[in-house]
């Protein structure tokens, strides 16, 4: 499960780049499957989302189209694996919807099996194998 926070004033046709662009990073570089796709967009006002524009940003400062993702996955990663994601993500969203990547901050946290349900109250632990 993902979940991106915007400022408000994006087109859906921008929102719908950076979710697209963002389930091929998963499904290309983070071993997610295709049709695993449960995405959160939030749009905030200014006072709603506040963020740094210098820290930890060797490339410059964050501009307003920062965009903030976590991601919640249901096994862990390498660090490899994590790394060539982050790489592999800001250039699919570098070319669309063109945000440059110092506007783009990623936290990935994980989860049992046992803590998610998809769904009739069942328990995903046996279900769950590369999400």
């Known amino acids: 499960m993902s979940r991106i ?3 408000k004033g994006k087109s859906p046709e921008y929102l719908r780049a950076l979710a697209d662009g963002l389930q091929r990073a998963m499904e290309e570089a983070f071993n997610v499957p295709k049709n695993d796709r449960f995405q959160l967009i939030h749009q905030h006002e200014p006072h709603e989302l506040i963020f740094d ?3 930890e940003s060797p490339d410059g400062p964050r501009s307003d189209d920062f965009v ?5 996955a249901g096994k862990p990663r390498t660090t490899e694996v994590k790394q060539a994601f982050y790489r592999h993500l800001v250039a699919i969203l570098a070319e669309s919807p063109g945000l440059n990547p110092r506007d783009v901050m ?3 946290s994980t989860s049992q099996g ?4 998809f769904g009739g109250g069942h328990p995903a632990a046996s279900l769950m194998r590369t999400s």
Do not use: A, C, H, Q
């Open 5 to 7: 926070s915007v400022l």
């Open 53 to 55: 524009r210098n820290y």
């Open 68 to 72: 903030l993702i976590t991601i919640t």
């Open 106 to 108: 990623v936290v990935i």
């Open 114 to 117: 046992d803590e998610w349900s």
